[in-house]
C-alpha cells in the first residue's frame, strides 16, 4: 500500500548501495520460490492455502498493518523459498557464509497467522528445512531486529533442537519477548529473550550478545547458525527508538562470525525489519562487510542491570 513502512524501496536502497560496491565480492543469486510442502515445514496447510487464496483473489488487508496484494503470494514464496536455498547450500558445504536479502520479513509470521507486515516466517521455514531434510541437528537463531521475533519463538516454543535468542526493544510491536519466557516443556531454556529499553546504544546490545547469547550458543554447539537480520534498532528508523547505527550492526554480525567459525558452523542471515531506506542500505553494507571477514569482535563491558539481571535468568538453563 502506498505510504506503508514495508515497501519495494527498500531492497532497491539495498541493491543500489551492494552494487556500488561491487557486491562486496558476493556472488549474487536469485531467490527460488518455496514450495507449499516447504511452507508447510513451519506453517499449518490451512494457513498456507488462506495466503494463497486472498492473493489470488486480488488481496486485502490481514490487520491493520499486514497487507496482501495479488503478486504477494509470489514475493513471500521467493522471500521463503531464498532462504531455503541458502541453507541447502550451506550445509551442503557450497558457501561458508550467506544473506537472504528478500521481502516481505518473516520473523512475525505464527504458525497460523500472517502478521507484523509477515506472511510466511522466512527464517523458521528454512530452519525446519536444515532440520528435517538436510541433516542438522541443532540450529542458532539470533534475532536482532528491535521487534521481538513472536513467530519464530513461538513455531519453536517447545524444541530443544532450536535454540532462539532474541535482542528487542521492549514495550513496543508486537509485545511479547519478556526476560522471563524462555520456552515450555521440552523446549524450556531454549528460547532467550533480551529486551532492552528505548534509547538502549550500542553497548547495550553488544554486551547481551557477548555475555548471554553468545556463551548460550557456544554451549549449544549448533550445525547451523541462522540470524534474523533486522535493521531497525538504527537511530533513524522511525518505527522504534534504539539507538544503533551501521556499525553496531557490524559489531555484532562480528561476535557472530566468530561464534559460527569457532563452532565449524555455517552462518546465514535473512533480511527483516528496517524502514529507513538510507540507514538500512548503509547497515546492511557494513553487516555483510563483517560477515565477510572484515573487523574484530570488539569486546563489551556487561552492561551492570541488563547483563547481570539477564545472566540470573538464563543462567539457570546455560553456563554463562
Known amino acids: 500500500m502506498p505510504g506503508h513502512p514495508e515497501r519495494p524501496e527498500r531492497l532497491l536502497a539495498i541493491e543500489r548501495a551492494l552494487a556500488e560496491r561491487d557486491w562486496l565480492g558476493w556472488e549474487l543469486r536469485e531467490a527460488t520460490a518455496a514450495s507449499e510442502a516447504e511452507l508447510e515445514l513451519a506453517h499449518s496447510a490451512a494457513h498456507v492455502a488462506a495466503i494463497r487464496e486472498l492473493c489470488a483473489a486480488g488481496g486485502g488487508p490481514i490487520d491493520a498493518d499486514t497487507y ?19 541453507v541447502r547450500a550451506l550445509l551442503a558445504g557450497e558457501d561458508d ?33 536444515a532440520i528435517r531434510e538436510l541433516g542438522a541437528e541443532r540450529v542458532l537463531v539470533v534475532d536482532w531486529d528491535v521487534h521481538h521475533g513472536n513467530g519464530t519463538a513461538e513455531i519453536f516454543r517447545r524444541r530443544a533442537d532450536v535454540l532462539v535468542a532474541n535482542i528487542h526493544q521492549e514495550g513496543i510491536f508486537p509485545g511479547t519477548g519478556a526476560l522471563a519466557d524462555v520456552g515450555s516443556g521440552p523446549g524450556e531454556g531454549f528460547t532467550i529473550n533480551l ?20 556463551p548460550a550458543g557456544r554451549a549449544f554447539e549448533p550445525q547451523l547458525v541462522l540470524i534474523s537480520a533486522g535493521f531497525d534498532a538504527h537511530r533513524a528508523d522511525p518505527l522504534a527508538s534504539c539507538r544503533l547505527d551501521a556499525g553496531s550492526f557490524a559489531a555484532m554480525a562480528c561476535h557472530v562470525r566468530e561464534l559460527a567459525r569457532e563452532l565449524g558452523a555455517p552462518l546465514g542471515a535473512v533480511l527483516e525489519g528496517g524502514y529507513d531506506v538510507d540507514a538500512l542500505a548503509e547497515s546492511v553494507v557494513a553487516t555483510l562487510a563483517a560477515l565477510g571477514g572484515e573487523g574484530e569482535a570488539a569486546s563489551a563491558a556487561p552492561d551492570p542491570l541488563l547483563t547481570s539481571r539477564a545472566a540470573a535468568q538464563i543462567g539457570h538453563h546455560w553456563e554463562l
Open 195 to 214: 529486551p532492552v529499553p528505548a534509547g538502549s546504544e550500542e553497548e547495550v546490545w553488544l554486551s547481551l550478545l557477548e555475555h548471554i547469547v553468545i
Open 68 to 86: 496482501a496484494v495479488e503478486a504477494s503470494w509470489e514475493a513471500a514464496r521467493r522471500a521463503a523459498g531464498g532462504a531455503c536455498a541458502m
Open 97 to 129: 557464509v550467506s544473506f537472504c536479502g528478500t521481502r516481505p520479513a518473516g520473523h512475525h509470521a505464527e504458525r497460523e497467522r500472517a502478521m507484523g507486515f509477515c506472511l510466511f516466517d522466512n527464517l523458521a521455514v528454512a530452519a525446519e528445512l
